[in-house]
């Protein structure tokens, strides 16, 4: 029996899966948990706060070279933030999940907490939104940004690995395309400022 089923293993393993394979009943599960969550992922607007985040400052009152040192922190804290999830995700009293679920939690809070400084006159709140983009940015790493990925890697035999990276990786650089385009449109349409300009 168990003979039986090891070869049953090593066949399904070493049998060639097509990208449209994936589709189907025994792959579908998974392939739409991979999309949804690379879709939570891009939703969020991570690349817009990436792309932007000097735009951002800029817009909130920080002048140019203010801007400029807060997006390096940002940038920083996203490097800094991915390295624990190597050994959170495997954390008997964390995982996966929690980290997901964390990490969107910590998303949210955060980026009305911005939204809610960004709209005060107060010169005390000017660097406020620093604080809460690095938040934004660092729930982000230890979920969302991570997990995303190596989840997918863990779901799907090694035969299909390669065509669900692929899914992947579509559905994440055309969501991010679709949100970074439309954040510049959304500027051009509520603002005075011109998107990217910073001078």
């Not at 599960?29 to 817009?48: A, D, E, H, P």
């Not at 951002?56 to 070279?65: T, W």
């Not at 933030?81 to 679920?101: A, C, E, H, K, Y």
């Not at 991570?146 to 799907?156: H, P």
């Amino acid at each position: 029996m168990l003979r039986q089923e090891a070869l049953e293993s090593r066949r399904t393993m070493t049998d060639h899966i097509m990208l449209i394979d994936l589709f189907r009943r025994s792959f579908r599960f998974r392939t739409v948990i991979t999309v949804v969550m690379m879709l939570s992922q891009q939703l969020g607007g991570i690349n817009t706060v990436m792309f932007y985040s000097t735009h951002i400052f800029m817009n909130v009152g920080l002048n140019k070279n203010h801007a400029l040192v807060a997006t390096l922190l940002i940038g920083l804290w996203n490097v800094a933030s991915t390295v624990p999830v190597f050994w959170l995700i495997d954390n008997p009293t964390l995982g996966r999940r929690p980290l997901m679920i964390y990490g969107m939690i910590g998303m949210i809070v955060s980026i009305i907490l911005l939204v809610i400084s960004t709209n005060t006159s107060d010169t005390i709140w000017k660097f406020l939104p620093v604080v809460f983009l690095i938040m934004f940015v660092v729930s982000f790493a230890i979920g969302p940004g991570s997990v995303a990925w190596i989840y997918t890697s863990e779901i799907f035999h090694t035969n299909a690995r390669a065509n669900a990276n692929a899914i992947l990786s579509v559905t994440n650089w055309g969501t991010n395309s679709i949100v970074s385009f439309a954040f510049l449109q959304i500027q051009v349409s509520t603002t005075s400022i011109p998107p990217l300009r910073c001078t």
